[in-house]
């Protein structure tokens, strides 16, 4: 995913707010939202662009961006949301049999949809055939029904049976099979039709709002068993398989059938086709009755056929019915029972149980499931098409026709832009279902090769119109550049390319769909076709670039045209290459990259393996010396092939980083400047400002003023900054734009954060932008988000040729660009060549410069990876702002950040020599057991690939023994099912790379856990202590469960639900029984929904500013718009209910804080997994609102549900693991479960003690708690020990006067008060036996009230009665804080305890009384 290009403006290290963000989470997790800035008057001005693009020019800027002016911009967005936001009506439906119900539709919806609300309602559902009718008139199902003539509110619209078609009737069939299987959840064990597991109603007892059966409140608290299973106990050492995935008692399948089959006398014989036959069903009751069944064009009828007799004469009685529900309704009762329940519990699931996901997500455990006889399931298997594919007219579909055709539908306004995503988005989920579909058809034999007398692995393939191949160097194609590595390397660096170059989504540029699966070993690139490529061959096709790595280069102007429009947002520099005739070629991207005009005459481009430029510390090349920055950490090193290329998100954070350099630089000159020619600077101001070109600066500005004014320092820099902006902008956004522009605006739509200026006597605002002094160096820190970052407000705007009229301007700004490798001179402009370094390309001679400077660059950018990116990220995971969980997350960690996981090894030697390494333990674990993963995952991959498709199930339950089990594994050769009498059986057709070998059977552990030892030497350069399994458990403190997991999900592994006992020394932990599937590792583009991503981030910003309400309405227009272009389920819809869940809970609506999350665990587990970290973080959510709500033995069990998920992926020593302790002790403490409650509390201390350093706020909040539960126990003397520790920390961190330590000071006294009275009493006992008037002792059972408080402050959320004055002050204090976080100072002193994690971040959110 390109995670910064084009979505949200990157943060630059000076004005990283990422402490304040009070309600900071992005719709996926990889990017980080920063506050944006505030203008003097206190409005929000984060000007956030759209995705790139043409039509998106700054004109529009203002409307799409929420957090405009509170006046202005609002206007013009509610302006555009209204047209989405049409009132709906309600119409009356009668349906045959049926009473008339009521409807709410509105008037954007098709009439189509009215048909599937139908087919979905218990009482309608068995209906398919049907026209919906207004008046007599049958209406269109494609035509929206606002363009309905008299269709309003209270019209009457009658479904009326229509006759059946051979097409209708299928679908009927297939509707009832769906039906019929409602509950059950085999479809998403197997990984098919995108349904997915989802668990959250087992801990819940069904839906958690009204219709919940139980709604427990805190009256009930004697019925709740609060006891957690023995494992999931603090110490426990046991992480059970099981619980993973309980069973669901809805599951357990009512049976209304026992076959339901197409009968073997299909198609009808022509003379039963003239009465009308359709086609033959055969079937078997419940009750064992045999029928066979004729759909014809009136219905479903009885016929008197049996197995062996062709009689289709209708039966007596034939029970003629429209519908096959009510045939069989009539025949078998057990039907009729229990088709009807089925149907209740069916609609009683949530919603967001049953919709299918945009993408399909594979469950790595499964139970065993009954294979069942399904007749739909049999048809599909064998034809090319996908469910419900018959419905579209024509044959195959041309996925490049649809690809292309979504990404030039209009994109002017809203509307517009909804619907062209929202297209684009289908499309590229249907295509990437189907091109995973066709890899692992291609894999499993199931395909012609389009050149079949090849060898297998050179064959290429076509299926569905979309084009695979292998991930093989075929034809030494990629000899040069690493062979097969090479060859399996470039289609994710290809797919890289195509994501990028979508996300620019310039007009008139095509790329193809382009999806990567790896299968069984093997790695299949599926492709769409471009028209008219497979009648012509490569060489006369090929228009720009080059088929053979540069010896040949073309190129074609309208080509670089249309690339020069992504250069800027991509980085890449335009250059010139030599041909095979020595002749000068231009180019705007590598050579690779190839440009065909197909015959629908659109221009595509493919081949983008070398979008980004190359990384040098994996690139040794002769005579080349890295920084030393480099060296010092032992680069270059060799790596597998020498394709490897910096991530996006490098680049991105490299050219800000430069982009900082630039700016100090230049200002520092210009100070000294100044201080040196005061005088000749302010003519010089006068003179370099065109007249429209900037507004007339205000008074206290003007030249005169500043030479007279008095030399404080603070001003001379003040002044000296406002001539630098000032020099340098020769154009504002109102000025017009002159011909020759280097970029036009709507090229590259810059993204700049507006730069706020906190010295009130000079607030010079041009109109794009304020400069911001800092302490000791001028830094205007400017944000790019993507293009070019010029050096003032004109270049942003796209002009790049500033005439600075005084020489010595212009020669500061010179030399800062020569220091900083700007390609220009008079602006700053960073781009790579992606070429540098590429074997067979030539450059010519003049540009020998040029290419040194390239170079220089190439090395500055390896040298930032190294002594910036890293460090920042293990900074990081110190301070709590990345918290990594498990593999996906980790990987999630480091791409952000643009460190590849190739680095991984540097990574934890870094963190190996960090002095806290103490406090990254749960990091490096992580680090080590994703390491591990990684070179097994290389290693299965070729082991895959010699195994013969019989002996599968065999070979992979080896290698998991192999790899993780204690016992010294010794193959069992499955026994053959299939043993002939005939010894010479003929060899069965060959798969990929097929064969009748054994070689697999031949691994053993040590020689397994040798080679992933050598693998993790010359892949990550790191070194392994370790020759089995146990030992790296042992030393690294790895969980075998964990390992498992990670394997099984990054190698497509799925295995058998149960207890595996890994430590066995007498038998191996997995036998063949035990593996059930492989499913492929599918990579795609993931289209983005822009205008939604942008609601959301305004959104976001409001709530900083504490403007919860509106934050809350622009949060709801995100939430609408992004379900307008995703449908209903998406991660970032998932984020964005998180957050809603969030603000309505402080806003104190508790309930609807409680049904938004409810939606975001279940969407998580549907579109993440059941135990992805982020759905562990749902949970905890969930539960808390649960808590609020008085819900308390459900806010436990998904309490124990979350944690027990945690000790699975991550285990019990994380940092994490202290909130979710803190949450669980809390709510047992307000059960009065005191004992149990202090188990969880004092390991939570012990975590945080670990990972925050025991003088952490963090801490003493624990031992506060854990003093509380003391005291209800009425153990004072432990309870005051506790509270001690508590007020030491306070004292020492925050000082005497801070009114945290006086809480603690006074709960102090409270608690010896209480400790003295019972010492009486008990005296009193001693001194007078049984006769002692004993003092009645206070001990009090907590109050939930103060429960709950104490959950609030732990999960970051704080309620503060303010009044109106009190507002103000917080937005004071609110900006206050940015400023000093720009100075570099931790907000840790602001906030109650401590900076909270990445995924509490409100430190303060408001409750207005």
């Known amino acids: 995913m390109v995670s910064k290009t084009d979505d949200i403006p990157a943060s630059v290290p ?73 009132t709906g009506f309600t119409v009356k439906i009668q349906a045959p049999g049926t009473e008339p119900f009521d409807l709410q539709v509105s008037p954007q919806e098709m009439v189509q949809e009215i048909h599937q609300v139908l087919m979905d309602r218990e009482d309608t559902c068995h209906r398919t055939c049907f026209s919906l009718q207004l008046d007599s008139n049958v209406l269109d199902n494609f035509a929206e029904l606002k363009s ?20 209708e009737a299928r679908i009927h ?14 479809d998403a064990y197997n990984g098919v039709d995108c349904n997915s597991l989802s668990f959250l109603s087992v801990f819940t007892d069904g839906d958690l709002g009204d219709s919940g059966k139980r709604k427990k409140k805190g009256s009930e608290l004697e019925q709740i068993d609060c006891t957690p299973p023995e494992h999931i106990l603090p110490g426990s050492k046991e992480r059970p398989l099981l619980p993973l995935q309980p069973q669901n008692k809805d599951w357990k399948p009512m049976q209304c059938l026992k076959v339901l089959t197409m009968s073997g006398w299909n198609p009808p014989p022509g003379n039963r ?15 064992e009755r045999h029928i066979s069944i004729t759909a014809s064009t009136r219905g479903f009828y009885l016929n008197q056929s049996t197995t062996y007799t062709f009689n289709p004469k209708p039966a007596n009685p034939s029970f003629l019915s429209h519908s096959l529900v009510e045939l069989l309704s009539q025949i078998s009762p057990a039907f009729k029972k229990n088709f009807t329940a089925l149907q209740k519990k069916r609609v009683q699931r949530h919603p967001f149980e049953r919709i299918a996901t945009p993408f399909q997500v594979y469950s790595w455990t499964a139970p065993q499931v009954d294979h069942t006889m399904d007749c739909v399931r049999a048809e599909d298997a064998y034809t090319s098409r996908l469910g419900y594919e018959e419905h579209i007219p024509g044959q195959t579909r041309d996925w490049n026709e649809e690809l292309q055709t979504t990404r030039e539908l209009a994109r002017k306004n809203l509307p517009d832009r909804l619907l062209r995503e929202r297209a684009i988005f289908k499309v590229h989920s249907d295509f990437a279902a189907a091109a995973t579909r066709g890899s692992m058809a291609v894999i499993d034999g199931n395909v012609m090769a389009i050149n079949p007398g ?53 007009e008139g540029l095509y790329t193809l769909g382009t999806v990567v699966v790896d299968y069984r070993g093997y790695r299949v690139t599926a492709q769409s076709i471009i028209p008219g490529i497979l009648e012509r061959e490569q060489e006369q096709s090929v228009i720009y670039g080059s088929i053979d790595f540069g010896k040949t280069v073309v190129s074609h102007g309208k080509y670089l045209e249309l690339l020069e429009k992504t250069s800027r947002p991509l980085k890449v520099q335009r250059h010139n290459v030599l041909n095979e005739k020595d002749e000068s070629m231009e180019l705007c991207s590598s050579v690779e990259c190839k440009g065909i005009i197909g015959n629908d005459g659109r221009h595509y481009i493919l081949d983008l393996l070398r979008t980004f430029p190359p990384d040098l510390n994996f690139l040794p090349v002769e005579g080349e010396e890295l920084s030393p920055e480099s060296v010092r950490q032992g680069f270059p090193r060799q790596h597998r092939h020498r394709l490897a290329c910096l991530r996006q998100e490098l680049i991105e954070a490299f050219v800000e980083h430069r982009y900082l ?55 001379t820099l003040t002044d000296a900054n406002s001539d630098a902006v000032q020099t340098e902008t020769t154009s504002t956004s109102d000025a017009p734009q002159p011909a020759a522009t280097e970029a036009t605006t709507t090229e590259a739509a810059p993204k700049t954060e507006p730069m706020t200026e906190t010295d009130s006597s000079a607030t010079t605002t041009t109109n794009a932008s304020q400069a911001t002094p800092i302490e000791d160096n001028v830094v205007p820190t400017v944000t790019t988000n993507g293009p070019l970052v010029p050096f003032a407000t004109a270049i942003q705007n796209g002009e790049c040729e500033s005439p600075l009229e005084d020489p010595k301007s212009r020669e500061v700004v010179l030399n800062a660009c020569k220091a900083v490798g700007s390609i220009s001179n008079t602006s700053f402009d960073i781009r790579f060549n992606p070429d540098i370094f590429s074997p067979g390309v030539r450059f010519p001679e003049d540009s020998a410069d040029d290419i040194q400077k390239q170079k220089q660059l190439l090395k500055d950018a390896g040298a930032f990876m190294v002594s910036c990116q890293i460090p920042s990220l293990v900074k990081d995971c110190l301070d709590h702002s990345a918290l990594p969980m498990d593999g996906a997350t980790l990987t999630e960690a480091l791409h952000q950040r643009g460190i590849n996981v190739r680095y991984l090894g540097n990574v934890l030697a870094f963190v190996d020599q960090t002095p806290a390494k103490a406090q990254l333990e749960h990091f490096y674990r992580i680090g080590i057991s994703e390491l591990i993963t990684r070179c097994a995952k290389h290693i299965f991959k070729t082991y895959l690939q010699g195994v013969e498709l019989s002996a599968l199930s065999a070979a992979v339950s080896h290698f998991l023994n192999c790899f993780l089990s204690s016992f010294d594994a010794v193959a069992h050769l499955p026994a053959d099912e299939l043993v002939s009498r005939r010894k010479n059986r003929k060899r069965r057709n060959r798969v990929p790379g097929g064969g009748d070998n054994t070689a697999w059977a031949c691994l053993t552990p040590s020689e397994l856990w040798k080679n992933i030892v050598s693998e993790a030497q010359s892949y990550y350069h790191f070194t392994l202590h370790c020759e089995n399994a146990d030992q790296v458990v042992e030393k690294y403190g790895l969980q075998k469960i964990t390992l498992l997991r990670e394997i099984s999900i990054k190698a497509g592994i799925q295995i058998l639900i149960k207890e595996y006992n890994f430590d066995s020394r007498h038998k191996p932990a997995f036998t063949e029984e035990d593996i059930l599937n492989i499913f492929p590792v599918v990579k795609h583009v993931n289209p983005k929904a822009s205008d939604a991503f942008h609601f959301f981030q305004s959104g976001q910003a409001k709530v900083q500013q504490g403007y919860l309400k509106e934050g809350c309405e ?22 964005c209910l998180r957050l809603l869940a969030r603000l309505n809970y402080i806003m104190g609506d508790h309930h609807e804080a409680l049904s938004n999350q409810q939606k975001a665990v279940l969407m998580s587990e549907r579109v993440l997994g059941v135990e992805h970290p982020n759905t562990i973080q749902e949970y905890m959510h969930l539960a808390l609102y649960c808590f609020a709500n008085g819900q308390l033995s459900t806010a436990l069990k998904l309490l124990y549900r979350a944690r027990y998920l945690m000790l699975m992926v991550c285990g019990e020593d994380h940092p994490e693991m202290a909130l979710l302790d803190s949450n669980i002790g809390l709510v047992l403490h307000g059960v009065m479960e005191y004992d149990l409650s202090l188990r969880f509390l004092e390991n939570s201390l012990a975590i945080n003690s670990k990972y925050h350093g025991p003088r952490s706020l963090k801490v003493a909040l624990s031992h506060h708690l854990v003093a509380r539960v003391y005291e209800s126990k009425a153990e004072f003397r432990s309870a005051l020990q506790q509270e001690k520790e508590g007020y030491t920390i306070y004292k020492n961190q925050l000082g005497e006067a801070h009114e945290k330590t006086k809480e603690s000071s006074e709960y102090l006294k409270y608690l010896t008060q209480q400790a003295v009275a019972l010492q009486r009493t008990m005296n009193e006992i ?47 204090e609110v900006q206050r804080r940015q400023q000093l976080q720009e100075s570099g100072k931790s907000v840790e002193d602001l906030t109650v305890d401590g900076p909270l994690e990445l995924e509490d971040k409100i430190p303060m959110d408001v409750n207005v009384n």
């Open 454 to 506: 090849e060898e297998t692995r050179m064959q290429m393939f076509i299926w569905n119109n979309i084009f695979f191949s292998l991930g093989f160097d075929v034809r030494d194609h990629y000899r040069e550049l690493g062979g097969d590595a090479a060859a399996h390397a470039a289609p994710t660096n290809d797919l890289n390319g195509v994501r990028a170059y979508g996300a620019v989504d310039v």
């Open 1326 to 1372: 001693y001194k007078n036996g049984s006769n002692a008037s004993i003092m009645p002792l206070k001990f009090t059972a907590p109050s939930m009230a103060s429960v709950l408080e104490q959950l609030n402050i732990i999960n970051g959320i704080i309620f503060i009665p303010l009044s109106q004055k009190d507002l103000e002050n917080l937005k004071a």
């Open 173 to 186: 069939v297939r509707h009832i099979r769906d039906l019929l299987k409602g509950l059950d959840p085999s």
């Open 148 to 167: 309905i003539e008299g269709l309003q509110e209270g019209s009457l619209l009658k479904v009326v049976e229509e006759p059946y078609t051979v097409r």
């Open 1114 to 1135: 622009l949060i709801n227009e995100a939430l609408n718009l992004f379900n307008n272009v995703y449908g209903a389920m998406h991660v970032e819809i998932c984020a």
């Open 14 to 86: 000076n004005c990283n707010v990422n402490t304040v963000d009070l309600v900071g989470e992005t719709p996926d997790r990889k990017e980080t939202t920063k506050a944006p800035h505030k203008d003097p008057c206190g409005h929000s001005v984060d000007t956030a662009v759209m995705n790139g693009g043409g039509a998106h020019n700054l004109s529009e800027e203002s409307k799409q961006d929420g957090a405009g002016d509170t006046d202005g911009g609002e206007d013009s967005n509610e302006q555009e949301v209204i047209v989405i936001q049409d």
């Open 661 to 715: 350099l630039f700016m100090k630089m230049a200002a520092l000159q210009l100070m000294q400047q100044k201080a040196n020619k005061e005088s000749k600077l302010a003519t010089l101001t006068e003179n370099s400002i065109p007249g429209a070109a900037v507004p007339a600066l205000p008074s206290t500005e003007t030249p005169d003023a500043s030479a007279e004014s008095s030399e404080t320092s603070t001003e």
């Open 273 to 287: 086709k003239m009465h009308g036959d359709l086609m033959y069903l055969y079937m078997v009751t419940v009750e």
